[in-house]
C-alpha cells in the first residue's frame, strides 16, 4: 500500500550533478524525518542526509559542501542534489521516511555511477 519510488539516478561524469527524487504513494501516516542512504558494492550503508518536516537538516561529512536534501511535505516528496560528483560517489542510493522508533519506509533503491 505505501511505496517510496526513487528516480533521477543514473550515469553522471566527475565533477557533474544529478538530483534524486522519491515520491511517496498511499496513506504514509506521522512521519517527521526523511533521509537518504547509500551503499557501495562491499561496503555499509552510509547515511547520506536526514531532513525533519520543520526543515532541519544534516549531512554527513563525506559530501558536505556538495549534496543538499529538500523536501516537499505537501507532495511527499524528498530530493537530493548531487553537485561536484565524485566516482566514490557510485553506489546505490535509498530514500527513507520515519518516525524514529515508530515506523518506517524504504525506497526500493536507484543506482548512481559516476564516471571519472
Known amino acids: 500500500q505505501v511505496q517510496l519510488v526513487e528516480s533521477g539516478g543514473g550515469s553522471g561524469q566527475a565533477g557533474g550533478s544529478l538530483r534524486l527524487s522519491c515520491a511517496a504513494s498511499?496513506?504514509?501516516?506521522?512521519?517527521?524525518?526523511m533521509a537518504w542512504y547509500r551503499q557501495a558494492p562491499g561496503k555499509q550503508r552510509e547515511l547520506v542526509a536526514t531532513?525533519?518536516?520543520?526543515?532541519?537538516?544534516t549531512i554527513a561529512d563525506s559530501v558536505k559542501g556538495r549534496f543538499s536534501i529538500s523536501r516537499d511535505n505537501i507532495k511527499n516528496t524528498l530530493y537530493l542534489q548531487m553537485d561536484s560528483l565524485k566516482p566514490d560517489d557510485t553506489a546505490v542510493y535509498y530514500c527513507h521516511f520515519a518516525r524514529v522508533g515508530v515506523r518506517e519506509y524504504w525506497g526500493q533503491g536507484t543506482q548512481v555511477t559516476v564516471s571519472s
Open positions: 498511499g496513506r504514509i501516516l506521522s512521519i517527521n524525518t
Open positions: 531532513i525533519t518536516v520543520g526543515g532541519s537538516t
